[in-house]
């Protein structure tokens, strides 16, 4: 709050108070560090299929696991293949992630697994990563998509 | 009451005690003020917001559809009654609009997915399929993963509540 004082030679100057400004600039740059951190945490920036009339929805799947499934090559995306990871992590090959998944699954019977696959990959990708996740006995499947707010 | 006697100094005293005044004037202890300068720390946390502000990304919004395993050479992982709805999706070009969409025994070809959901309901109202007819997606290999998400979609949006991927 500004106030004003007079000083010996009768003139007024402005006094700022600027505690509560620093205040508020901590309390915003706390919020949009924390947030920053939360939205990366396991969903990597993937290009999802946006369907039109997206019958998509938000929901919080416990014990969940996310595979994301990247094109290989920026340039031809659809035919150069694809790279499997869980989460963040590194990208693994298809036979190394089943047995991830598998000794995943025997230690929480109730995983569910969450595809993230990139909408220009090819059929055959995605379809490989879900055999092999058929193999292991992995029958509920999700596939994320784009909802109708997220287009 | 008591006299009041002036008592008189000499020149000599005077100038003593003006010394003495002077000089606890000059070692009169100095109270320091802390002064803290404000202006970096506003600074650098102005230049901390807005590196912060300019590096986040905010996550788009995403949700989950839901599906079963597709059955692979033959083997089949999902009984299937006598007359399932089966959706073919077929690439037929390198664009992202070059696919084809049949139904088999269907006499019909949506050009959209749109329109595909339509096709859908249609054939739900006929004798003999409801709702819970299942609902077999076969795509090509090469078809886009967006176009096959869009054909998931598209049996969602004409309520089928049996949907499962097929192979070749």
Redesign the interface.
Known sequence: MRTLRHDRHGGSSLDFN?TP??DV??T??IF??L??TF??ME?M?VD????????????D?PDRVVINCLPVSQLSK??GGARYSIGPNAPEALDVLGDRLAAMKEQNAAMQV?I????????????AL??V??ERQI?????????R??E | MRAHTARRFTTEQLAQGVQRIRHRRKHKPHRSAIRLN?AP??DM??L??VF??V????????????????Q?RGQV?VPLPISPIVVRIKQVGEGVDDFAITLDNVDAFPA???QL?QVLSEIQSRPGFDKETPVVII????????H???A???A??AECRNIA?G?E
């Open positions: 600027a400004l620093i600039i901590f915003l740059t949009v560090m947030v920053s939205s990366s969903n920036p999802l299929p946006s369907p039109e009339g997206s019958q998509a929805k938000e929901h799947v659809r035919t969450v993230r696959a990139d909408k220009h990959l090819a059929y055959s990708d995605v379809r879900m055999n996740l058929a029958a509920v499947l999700n596939v994320a998509a784009r909802t707010d997220g | 404000i720390m506003i946390t102005f901390l917001l912060f502000l590096t986040t990304r905010f996550a788009r919004s995403e949700g989950m559809l839901s599906s079963k395993m597709p692979d992982g959209t997915f749109t959901a795509p090509d290999e090469d078809v886009w993963w967006d096959v998400v869009n998931w979609n598209a969602l949006r991927f192979a």
